[in-house]
């Protein structure tokens, strides 16, 4: 079992900043996977950022939406995976979600709720 412990979401003037954390409770290096996701009302869930779980290099991707403007991490001593989020838009709007893969399981966090607007 894994558990993801999310934080950081909140309201958030367009062109301003967030920074979500999630919290794993497995060590990065037993994980296959690792990343955030997203989810608008009325759509489906995506994408937004992914890492590699472990290695000197930190291996990213970005959904083309997001690109330029998100960054995810890690800390491996801290077992914590962040996402930063500048310049944001009201089309960010959305509950964003932690994700990784554990012995061929996805796990989810809870979700934390993003809102850009004026």
């Known amino acids: 079992q894994v558990q993801l412990v999310e934080s950081g979401g909140g309201l958030v003037q367009p062109g301003g900043s967030l920074r979500l954390s999630c919290v794993v409770s497995r060590s990065f290096l037993s994980l296959s996977a690792m990343g955030w996701y997203r989810q608008a009302p009325g759509k489906q869930r995506e994408l937004v950022a992914g890492?590699?779980?472990?290695?000197?290099?930190?291996?990213?991707n970005y959904a083309d939406s997001v690109k330029g403007r998100f960054t995810i991490s890690r800390d491996n001593t801290k077992n914590t995976v962040y996402l930063q989020m500048n310049s944001l838009k009201p089309e960010d709007t959305a509950v964003y979600y932690c994700n990784v893969l554990w012995a061929k399981v996805e796990y989810w966090g809870q979700g934390t709720q993003v809102t850009v607007s004026s």
């Open positions: 890492i590699a779980t472990a290695g000197r290099a930190a291996l990213t």
